[in-house]
């Protein structure tokens, strides 16, 4: 039969020996051709031990036996169970499951059965606990001594049993492998202990003992976090070498300019970033730098302080809020802290007058506004700056790489770029910063400053709601002022219920049933994100002056809210909320002098929800809670990884393999060093595929 030499390119329907119902079945779980199909790899692997008379098992080993079930129990009462016993020519095997009286109706007297599993020693019989197990198919033959292998496990489906997935690879590996090319050289390889990349396939989907599996793994992890690192480092070298930025001038005369406008001083967390960042600053290269600090740590000053380096420099600053709420905070806490001075500030959202628009949209371009403050509407084609030097961008998160990549273009020509500052509140894991965000700097402001009190944060499930009220009926009650966060804005707006039974609280319910009950006679308002612009404002100004004693609110008050008064934070139903949520909402309070708390009503149905509510009554540090939040959700869920666009990783686990992606930095960015366009002839398929991969996510389409 003639037929076209098999690629990797090759659809699986015209690989020899698979038919075309098992092609069916790959298809289905995207395994479209050759290549796709050895790059399916197992999950895990498991031992097939050989089997033993039972007479020759040995406690403390992984055993495997077979033989005819002769009496079964279900065990009731405290510790649940159930009872085999399993026979063979040699003796008796004791079988015990824990917490699976089910299986009564599933192992019956007279079955043959395969087990298999850890052996243990109990009165003075040995026993298998729970053990795994297998009716025996006529005419199977058990693997003789010494036959003991590991077998892969691939995620599969209904139709396509890990097994039979096995049995194609098996059948395929032959012809695959000698197309596998490497794209990094053996020299490189060898000090790190890595193997060729062919040889890794091999050991992936026919490992001959555990090492070669462990081994095979560890390779092509770090194949994947090489080559985001080598994108990331590749695409900072090239913003450095093809950029520039205004280098503005620092000396301790501005230094003491700039200071005399702030109304504290700066702490020493505050210092360390401002040296940092007008480091960046006076440099020709464009600052990409991420300042992190949890919520309340200061970190607008430091922006404040960026700001103004620019102006001093005789250059324009701009802010970027991720709503208009914080846009107009902080305009209003900029234009006080500049009152009296010669910098001119302007505020520019989606609700600015077209009139007022277009005048400052005038003063912007001739030069005549120092400082923009503002949302996305800063973002919009409309807006040209004169020399725009220094951008700070509030937040982070929620703006995606799309947006940052228009920033980047409001500098004055083709090859200008402003500084650009990036904030934000929700710390990102170490590991995660420098998987995404390997082309930023980071600027961490750890302590909080001076006379912070912390925030007793406390668990209550909704039957003790009433001790939650009557605390904070007792604040509002010493004129202090409190939030009220729940999950949705009216009532019966979703099918959604608590697992619990519960309805979605909502703010009009919520609001109502505390104006009527444990509020009574307090001031109340409501506020959330259907509310027109002017209705929140003028919510927000009341209960800032203490009209309004407490807020019944959405997540709308999630972040930048500041007034000092509040003392008591309480979420209702916060099982719905996630860490950084919850965590940005508790920094709403703890701003004054009076003792705060956070008050979390949940009965959470969930380990997962259970965890989270516990891990952010435990600890208010941001750091620590980025953390755990990477660890109780994986990375695919945190932040802005979704929006970064970046594929996730198939085989490198963050959590796992810190040691590899710290390598695998090193490696990258001594590598683009060396060869900052990587295009020396053995880099050519090393090239080939990192631009296959994340060419268009990361923008590098250019350096090539
Ligand atoms: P965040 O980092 O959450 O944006 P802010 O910049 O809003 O924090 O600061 C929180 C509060 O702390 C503000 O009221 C601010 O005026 C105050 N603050 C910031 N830095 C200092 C400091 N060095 N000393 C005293 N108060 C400060
Ligand atoms: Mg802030």
């Given at each position: 039969?003639?037929?076209?030499?098999?690629t990797?390119t090759?659809p699986?329907d015209?690989?020899p020996?698979?038919?075309?119902?098992q092609?069916?079945?790959?298809?289905?779980l995207g395994l479209t051709?050759?290549g796709?199909?050895i790059?399916?790899?197992?999950?895990r692997?498991?031992r097939?031990?050989?089997e033993?008379?039972?007479?020759?098992?040995v406690p403390?080993?992984?055993?495997?036996?077979?033989?005819?079930?002769?009496?079964?129990?279900?065990?009731?009462g405290?510790?649940?169970?159930?009872e085999?016993?399993l026979i063979?020519e040699?003796?008796?095997l004791?079988l015990?499951w824990?917490n699976?009286?089910?299986?009564?109706?599933r192992?019956?007297p007279?079955m043959r059965?395969k087990v298999?599993?850890?052996?243990?020693?109990r009165?003075?019989?040995?026993q298998l606990v729970?053990?795994k197990?297998?009716?025996?198919k006529p005419g199977?033959?058990?693997l003789s001594?010494g036959e003991?292998?590991?077998?892969?496990?691939y995620?599969?489906?209904e139709?396509?049993p890990?097994?039979a997935?096995?049995?194609i690879?098996k059948?395929v590996?032959?012809?695959?492998l000698p197309?596998?090319?490497?794209?990094l050289?053996?020299p490189?390889?060898?000090?790190r202990n890595l193997p060729?990349?062919r040889?890794s396939?091999?050991?992936?989907h026919?490992?001959r003992?555990?090492p070669e599996?462990?081994?095979s793994r560890?390779r092509?992890?770090?194949?994947?976090?090489l080559m985001l690192?080598?994108?990331?480092h590749?695409k900072?070298a090239?913003l450095r070498?093809?950029?520039?930025?205004?280098?503005?001038?620092?000396?301790?005369?501005i230094?003491e300019?700039?200071?005399?406008?702030?109304q504290?001083?700066l702490?020493g967390?505050q210092?360390?970033?401002?040296?940092?960042i007008?480091?960046?600053?006076s440099?020709?290269?464009?600052?990409?730098r991420?300042?992190?600090g949890?919520?309340?740590?200061?970190?607008?000053?430091?922006?404040?302080y960026?700001?103004?380096?620019?102006?001093?420099?005789?250059?324009?600053?701009?802010?970027m809020?991720?709503?208009?709420?914080?846009?107009?905070?902080?305009?209003?806490?900029i234009?006080?802290?500049?009152?009296?001075s010669?910098?001119r500030?302007?505020?520019l959202?989606?609700s600015?007058?077209?009139a007022?628009?277009q005048s400052m949209?005038?003063?912007l371009?001739?030069g005549?506004?120092?400082i923009?403050?503002?949302?996305h509407?800063?973002l919009?084609?409309?807006?040209e700056?004169k020399n725009?030097?220094v951008?700070v961008?509030?937040?982070?998160h929620?703006f995606?790489?799309?947006?940052r990549?228009?920033?980047?273009a409001?500098?004055?020509d083709e090859?200008?770029?402003p500084?650009v500052l990036?904030?934000?509140a929700t710390?990102?894991?170490?590991?995660?910063a420098?998987?995404?965000f390997?082309?930023l700097d980071?600027?961490?402001i750890?302590?909080?400053?001076?006379?912070?009190k912390?925030?007793?944060?406390?668990?209550?499930?909704r039957?003790?709601r009433?001790?939650?009220?009557?605390?904070?009926a007792?604040?509002l009650a010493?004129?202090?002022q409190a939030?009220?966060v729940?999950?949705?804005?009216e009532?019966g707006?979703?099918?959604?219920?608590?697992?619990?039974?519960e309805p979605?609280r909502?703010?009009?319910t919520?609001?109502?049933e505390?104006?009527?009950g444990p509020?009574?006679?307090?001031h109340?308002?409501t506020?959330?994100?259907?509310l027109?612009?002017?209705?929140?404002?003028a919510?927000?100004?009341?209960?800032?002056?203490?009209?309004?004693q407490?807020?019944v609110?959405?997540?709308?008050?999630?972040v930048?809210?500041?007034v000092?008064?509040?003392t008591?934070m309480?979420?209702e139903?916060?099982?719905?909320?996630g860490l950084?949520?919850?965590?940005q909402?508790?920094?709403?309070?703890?701003?004054g002098?009076a003792?705060?708390?956070?008050?979390?009503?949940?009965d959470p149905?969930?380990?997962?929800?259970?965890?989270r509510?516990?891990?952010?009554?435990?600890?208010s540090d941001?750091f620590i809670?980025?953390e755990?939040?990477?660890?109780?959700?994986g990375?695919?869920?945190l932040?802005g990884?979704r929006?970064s666009?970046l594929?996730?990783f198939?085989v490198?686990?963050?959590?796992r393999d810190?040691?590899l992606l710290d390598?695998?930095r090193?490696d990258?960015?001594?590598w683009?060093k060396r060869?900052p366009?990587?295009?020396?002839?053995?880099?050519?398929l090393?090239r080939r595929?990192?631009?296959?991969?994340?060419g268009?996510a990361?923008?590098?389409a250019?350096?090539?």
């Open positions: 039969m003639a037929s076209t030499p098999v990797l090759t699986v015209e690989l020996g698979i038919t075309e119902r092609a069916g079945f790959l298809r289905a051709n050759l796709k199909l790059a399916h790899l197992p999950m692997f498991e097939v031990e050989a033993a008379p039972v007479r020759e098992l403390g080993r992984i055993v495997a036996a077979r033989g005819e079930v002769t009496a079964t129990r279900p065990v009731r405290r510790k649940p169970r159930f085999a016993v063979d040699s003796g008796r004791d015990v824990f699976q009286t089910y299986l009564a109706d192992i019956l007279g059965l298999h599993g850890k052996a243990t020693m009165y003075g019989a040995v729970n053990p197990w297998a009716i025996e199977e033959h058990p001594e003991s292998f590991v077998r892969p496990v995620p599969a489906s139709d396509l890990s097994e997935i096995w049995r690879q059948k590996l032959p012809k695959a197309l596998i090319e490497d794209h050289p053996e490189y390889r060898a000090p060729d990349l040889e396939y091999r050991m992936q026919e490992p003992d555990e599996a462990s081994l560890r092509l992890a770090y194949d994947e976090l690192q080598l994108g990331v590749l900072r090239h070498e093809h950029l520039r930025a205004p280098a503005l001038k620092w000396n301790a005369k230094d300019h700039i200071r005399a406008r702030f504290f001083t702490t967390a210092d360390e970033v401002v040296k940092e007008a480091a960046d600053l440099r020709a290269t464009p600052a990409n991420l300042i992190q949890d919520v309340g740590s200061g970190k607008t000053v430091v922006a404040l960026a700001m103004l380096m620019a102006v001093a420099g005789g250059h324009q600053a701009s802010l809020a991720p709503t208009e709420l914080l846009a107009d905070q902080h305009y209003a806490n234009t006080a802290s500049l009152t009296g010669k910098v500030v302007a505020l959202t989606g600015t007058p077209p007022v628009r949209l005038s003063s371009a001739s005549d506004l120092d923009l403050v503002g949302t509407a800063l919009t084609e409309s807006v700056f725009l030097g951008c961008i509030d937040e982070q929620r995606g790489v799309h947006q990549a228009r920033l980047r409001q500098g004055t090859t200008t770029t500084h990036v904030m934000t710390p990102i894991p170490r590991t995660m420098i998987t995404l390997g082309d980071i600027s961490s750890r302590a909080l400053p001076p006379g912070r912390p925030i007793l944060t406390r668990v209550f499930t039957d003790h009433s001790e939650v009220y009557a605390d904070v007792a604040r010493r004129g202090e939030y009220i729940v999950p949705a804005i009532a707006e979703s099918s959604d219920v608590m697992p619990g039974g979605l909502d703010v009009r919520v609001f109502q505390l104006e009527s509020l009574r006679g307090f109340l308002a506020m959330h994100g259907r027109s612009r002017d209705s929140r404002e919510i927000m100004e009341r209960f800032r002056l203490g009209q309004v407490a807020l609110a959405t997540t709308v008050i999630e930048g809210v500041d000092p008064n509040a008591a309480v979420i139903q916060a099982d719905r909320f950084a949520q919850m965590h909402l508790r920094g709403r309070v703890g701003r002098p003792a705060s708390a956070c008050f979390l009503i949940a149905t969930t380990d997962e929800a259970q965890a509510l516990r891990v952010v009554a435990a600890t941001g809670l980025a755990k939040d990477l660890e109780l959700r990375p695919g869920e932040f990884v929006q666009g594929p996730p198939k490198a686990d963050l959590m810190r040691e390598m695998a090193r990258a960015a001594e683009v060869s366009d990587l295009k020396a002839p053995e880099e050519t090393l595929r990192l631009m296959k991969q994340y268009a990361l923008g590098l250019d350096v090539g």
